[in-house]
C-alpha cells in the first residue's frame, strides 16, 4: 500500500479515525486507521478499488460529490456530517474533511471522524432555537464566508452567494425553517455553507451554475420541497468582489441589513441593490478605517450621579464622529463598526484615548472616574481580550478611575470564556458594568454567567416607568435581584426630576441622563438637587 503524504497523514492522525486516499470515481486507493470498524470494508481485498459513495446514504453523496468539485489543491472543506455504512446498512455518523493536494491532483483525500472527537462545534450539533441560534449561525456564517474569500481569486471567480427571504406574508414555523436551512445546505458548497441569518430569511454560497448550464431557480425548488414561498437573489462573489477585505465586510454588513427584518430590505431587493449597496457599504467601511487610521473621532462625558447623595460618581466616555453618508446616528454608526467587524479596533482606540485623558487630568491634579463602553463583539475577540487584559495591567494604578461598560452583549456567543476575562480584568482591579440589561439578549442568564460590578438598567424601562406599571415591576424586580446579588445598580435615561425620584425612591444606586447632564466635551459636574 502506498504511504499516504507526510503532513495529510500527521493531521489525519490528530482528529481521524480513518484517512482515505480516493480516485476521482471515488474509488478507495488507500486507507489508514480503522478501515474495518469504520467502514465495514477491507481495502486491497480485491483489485476493484471499493466507491466510497456506495457507502453513503444518499443525501452524503450529494454533499460528498458536489463539494469535491469545488477542490482546488489549495483548499481544505469539512467538517461535512455523513453517515457511513455497508452498502448503506449500518449507518454511523462521522464527520469528513476533505482535500487533494497539490502534488497529487488526481486525488482525494478524506479524513473521517466520530463527531465526539472534535468536541461540539466542529461538526454542527443539535440544532438550538431562538435568537441565540440565530446569532450563532450568523457569526459562523460569516466566519466561513470571510476564510472562504478572502484572497482567494478561485473562489470568488467560481462562487455565488444566494439570499433567501420568505415572500410576504409568508410565517415560518421552526419546522420550515430547519427544512429550508437543510435544503439550502444540500445545494450549499459542501453541504454546509447556508444558514439562517432571521427568522425568515437565510443566505448559502453555491457554485456558480457552469457555463451554458439552466440556472437552478431555487425559489421553485424550494416552492416544490417545502410547499413555501420564498423570494431569491443570487450575487455573484466575483462581481461584489468578495475576496477584497472591505468588500467582503461590506457584503457581511449589507447580509445583516438583510438579516434584520426591521431594516426592510427584502431578497430581489438586493439583487437589484446589490452592485449599489455593496459599493455603498464598502466606502463606508473605508470611511470608518480612516476614522481610526487618523483617531477622527472625539469623546464626550456625561455624569453618572449617587441618587442618595447626589453626588457626581463617574463619567461614561461616550463617541462622536463624522457620520458618513446613509449613516444616521452615532448609534448606527457603532453597529455598523461592529457588522463590519472594526469593532474590537475601534473599542482599542477609544481605551487608549481614554487612558491618555486620564493621564492628562492626573497631571493637572483631579482625575475623575471614567467609563469606557466595550462592545461585546469585541470582547468576543481573543485577541482583544489579550491585548485589553494586558492593557489594564499596564495601567493598574488607573483601577479606581478606569471602568469598563459591556455594550451589545447580544453579540457574546461563549459567556464562559468572556465570563474568565471578567474575572482576570476584576481581579487586576477594574470595575466591570454590565450596559443596557433588559435589552435584547442582555438578560439574566448573562448576569448568572458574568459576574459584573454594576448594572445599567436600559433606558427603555425607565423611560416609561413614571406611567407604566409593567414597567415599574420590571425595574423594582431588577433592583431587588441586584441588592440579593450585591449588584450596584445604574438608571439611564433620567429625563426629568420625576424620574430620578422614581427611581431612588425605589433603591437604584446612581442614575444618568438628561435631567442631570448631556454628553459633553467637558468632565461637567451638574449641580443636582432633587
Ligand atoms: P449607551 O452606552 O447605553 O450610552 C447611553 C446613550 O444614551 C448615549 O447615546 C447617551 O447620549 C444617551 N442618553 C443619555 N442620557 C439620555 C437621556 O436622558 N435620554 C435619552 N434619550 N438618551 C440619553 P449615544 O452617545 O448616542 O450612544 C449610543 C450607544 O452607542 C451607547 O449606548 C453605546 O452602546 C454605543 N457607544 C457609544 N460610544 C461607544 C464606544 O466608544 N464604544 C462602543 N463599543 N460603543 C459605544
Ligand atoms: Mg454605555
Ligand atoms: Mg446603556
Same mark, same amino acid.
Given at each position: 500500500?502506498?504511504?499516504?503524504?507526510?503532513?495529510?497523514?500527521?493531521?489525519?492522525?490528530?482528529?481521524?479515525?480513518?484517512?482515505?486516499?480516493?480516485?476521482?470515481?471515488?474509488?478507495?486507493?488507500?486507507?489508514?486507521?480503522?478501515?474495518?470498524?469504520?467502514?465495514?470494508?477491507?481495502?486491497?481485498?480485491?483489485?476493484?478499488?471499493?466507491?466510497?459513495?456506495?457507502?453513503?446514504?444518499?443525501?452524503?453523496?450529494?454533499?460528498?460529490?458536489?463539494?469535491?468539485?469545488?477542490?482546488?489543491?489549495?483548499?481544505?472543506?469539512?467538517?461535512?456530517?455523513?453517515?457511513?455504512?455497508?452498502?448503506?446498512?449500518?449507518?454511523?455518523?462521522?464527520?469528513?474533511?476533505?482535500?487533494?493536494?497539490?502534488?497529487?491532483?488526481?486525488?482525494?483525500?478524506?479524513?473521517?471522524?466520530?463527531?465526539?472527537?472534535?468536541?461540539?462545534?466542529?461538526?454542527?450539533?443539535?440544532?438550538?432555537?431562538?435568537?441565540?441560534?440565530?446569532?450563532?449561525?450568523?457569526?459562523?456564517?460569516?466566519?466561513?464566508?470571510?476564510?472562504?474569500?478572502?484572497?482567494?481569486?478561485?473562489?470568488?471567480?467560481?462562487?455565488?452567494?444566494?439570499?433567501?427571504?420568505?415572500?410576504?406574508?409568508?410565517?415560518?414555523?421552526?419546522?420550515?425553517?430547519?427544512?429550508?436551512?437543510?435544503?439550502?445546505?444540500?445545494?450549499?458548497?459542501?453541504?454546509?455553507?447556508?444558514?439562517?441569518?432571521?427568522?425568515?430569511?437565510?443566505?448559502?454560497?453555491?457554485?456558480?451554475?457552469?457555463?451554458?448550464?439552466?440556472?437552478?431557480?431555487?425559489?421553485? %425548488?424550494? #416552492?416544490? +420541497? *417545502?410547499? !413555501?414561498?420564498?423570494?431569491?437573489?443570487? /450575487?455573484? =462573489?466575483?462581481?461584489?468582489? @468578495?475576496?477584497?477585505?472591505?468588500?467582503?465586510?461590506?457584503?457581511?454588513?449589507?447580509?445583516?441589513?438583510?438579516?434584520?427584518?426591521?431594516?426592510?430590505?427584502?431578497?430581489?431587493?438586493? %439583487?437589484? #441593490?446589490? +452592485? *449599489?449597496? !455593496?459599493?455603498?457599504?464598502?466606502?463606508? /467601511?473605508? =470611511?470608518?478605517?480612516?476614522? @481610526?487610521?487618523?483617531?477622527?473621532?472625539?469623546?464626550?462625558?456625561?455624569?453618572?450621579?449617587?441618587?442618595?447623595?447626589?453626588?457626581?460618581?463617574?463619567?461614561?466616555?461616550?463617541?462622536?464622529?463624522?457620520?458618513?453618508?446613509?449613516?444616521?446616528?452615532?448609534?448606527?454608526?457603532?453597529?455598523? =463598526?461592529?457588522?463590519?467587524? @472594526?469593532?474590537?479596533?475601534?473599542?482599542?482606540?477609544?481605551?487608549?484615548?481614554?487612558?491618555?485623558?486620564?493621564?492628562?487630568?492626573?497631571?493637572?491634579?483631579?482625575?475623575?472616574?471614567?467609563?469606557?463602553?466595550?462592545?461585546?463583539?469585541?470582547?468576543?475577540?481573543?485577541?482583544?481580550?489579550?491585548?485589553?487584559?494586558?492593557? @489594564?495591567?499596564?495601567?493598574?494604578?488607573?483601577?479606581?478611575?478606569?471602568?469598563?461598560?459591556?455594550?451589545?452583549?447580544?453579540?457574546?456567543?461563549?459567556?464562559?470564556?468572556?465570563?474568565?476575562?471578567?474575572?482576570?480584568?476584576?481581579?487586576?482591579?477594574?470595575?466591570?458594568?454590565?450596559?443596557?440589561?433588559?435589552?435584547?439578549?442582555?438578560?439574566?442568564?448573562?448576569?448568572?454567567?458574568?459576574?459584573?460590578?454594576?448594572?445599567?438598567?436600559?433606558?427603555?424601562?425607565?423611560?416609561?416607568?413614571?406611567?407604566?406599571?409593567?414597567?415599574?415591576?420590571?425595574?423594582?424586580?431588577?433592583?431587588?435581584?441586584?441588592?440579593?446579588?450585591?449588584?450596584?445598580?445604574?438608571?439611564?435615561?433620567?429625563?426629568?426630576?420625576?424620574?430620578?425620584?422614581?427611581?431612588?425612591?425605589?433603591?437604584?444606586?446612581?442614575?444618568?441622563?438628561?435631567?442631570?447632564?448631556?454628553?459633553?466635551?467637558?468632565?461637567?459636574?451638574?449641580?443636582?438637587?432633587?
Amino acid at each position: 500500500m502506498n504511504k499516504v503524504p507526510g503532513r495529510f497523514l500527521g493531521y489525519a492522525f490528530c482528529v481521524g479515525d480513518l484517512l482515505l486516499e480516493l480516485d476521482l470515481d471515488f474509488g478507495i486507493m488507500n486507507a489508514d486507521g480503522a478501515v474495518r470498524s469504520t467502514l465495514g470494508i477491507q481495502v486491497g481485498a480485491d483489485d476493484d478499488p471499493c466507491d466510497f459513495l456506495s457507502l453513503l446514504t444518499e443525501r452524503g453523496r450529494g454533499i460528498i460529490q458536489a463539494s469535491a468539485k469545488t477542490l482546488t489543491g489549495a483548499n481544505r472543506l469539512g467538517p461535512f456530517n455523513i453517515h457511513v455504512g455497508e452498502n448503506g446498512s449500518a449507518k454511523e455518523q462521522y464527520v469528513v474533511f476533505m482535500a487533494k493536494l497539490p502534488h497529487a491532483p488526481n486525488r482525494y483525500y478524506f479524513v473521517l471522524s466520530k463527531p465526539y472527537r472534535l468536541g461540539t462545534n466542529s461538526a454542527k450539533s443539535e440544532p438550538t432555537t431562538g435568537p441565540v441560534r440565530i446569532e450563532e449561525n450568523k457569526t459562523e456564517f460569516f466566519s466561513r464566508l470571510e476564510g472562504l474569500f478572502e484572497g482567494n481569486a478561485e473562489a470568488e471567480e467560481n462562487m455565488q452567494v444566494t439570499f433567501v427571504g420568505a415572500a410576504e406574508g409568508e410565517v415560518l414555523d421552526g419546522r420550515q425553517q430547519q427544512e429550508i436551512e437543510d435544503y439550502l445546505n444540500s445545494f450549499s458548497l459542501g453541504g454546509n455553507h447556508a444558514a439562517m441569518l432571521g427568522d425568515d430569511r437565510f443566505a448559502f454560497v453555491h457554485e456558480k451554475d457552469a457555463d451554458g448550464a439552466k440556472k437552478v431557480d431555487f425559489a421553485t %425548488e424550494i #416552492k416544490k +420541497a *417545502t410547499g !413555501i414561498q420564498i423570494d431569491a437573489a443570487t /450575487v455573484d =462573489a466575483a462581481e461584489a468582489k @468578495l475576496s477584497d477585505q472591505d468588500s467582503m465586510r461590506a457584503m457581511v454588513f449589507s447580509l445583516q441589513q438583510f438579516a434584520r427584518k426591521s431594516e426592510g430590505y427584502n431578497a430581489s431587493e438586493i %439583487e437589484d #441593490k446589490c +452592485a *449599489t449597496l !455593496i459599493g455603498e457599504n464598502t466606502e463606508r /467601511v473605508a =470611511a470608518f478605517r480612516d476614522v @481610526l487610521e487618523n483617531g477622527s473621532f472625539t469623546l464626550v462625558y456625561q455624569p453618572i450621579v449617587h441618587l442618595k447623595k447626589g453626588t457626581t460618581h463617574h463619567f461614561e466616555a461616550l463617541t462622536r464622529f463624522d457620520l458618513p453618508s446613509m449613516i444616521n446616528s452615532q448609534w448606527e454608526m457603532i453597529r455598523f =463598526a461592529e457588522d463590519v467587524g @472594526l469593532i474590537p479596533e475601534f473599542d482599542t482606540a477609544v481605551m487608549n484615548r481614554t487612558i491618555q485623558k486620564l493621564r492628562e487630568l492626573q497631571r493637572a491634579g483631579a482625575a475623575p472616574g471614567i467609563a469606557v463602553n466595550v462592545s461585546g463583539r469585541s470582547l468576543s475577540d481573543a485577541e482583544f481580550l489579550l491585548d485589553l487584559v494586558s492593557v @489594564l495591567k499596564g495601567n493598574k494604578d488607573l483601577k479606581a478611575h478606569l471602568a469598563i461598560e459591556i455594550t451589545e452583549s447580544a453579540q457574546i456567543h461563549d459567556l464562559d470564556t468572556l465570563g474568565d476575562a471578567l474575572k482576570e480584568i476584576r481581579a487586576v482591579g477594574f470595575k466591570v458594568y454590565l450596559d443596557d440589561f433588559g435589552a435584547g439578549a442582555a438578560g439574566f442568564q448573562y448576569l448568572k454567567k458574568l459576574k459584573v460590578d454594576a448594572l445599567k438598567i436600559d433606558g427603555d424601562y425607565i423611560r416609561d416607568a413614571i406611567t407604566n406599571k409593567e414597567d415599574r415591576a420590571y425595574l423594582r424586580s431588577m433592583v431587588t435581584l441586584c441588592q440579593d446579588l450585591g449588584i450596584v445598580t445604574v438608571g439611564e435615561w433620567i429625563e426629568t426630576k420625576e424620574h430620578a425620584v422614581l427611581l431612588r425612591d425605589m433603591g437604584v444606586d446612581y442614575g444618568q441622563g438628561y435631567y442631570f447632564g448631556k454628553p459633553s466635551a467637558g468632565l461637567i459636574v451638574p449641580r443636582v438637587n432633587f
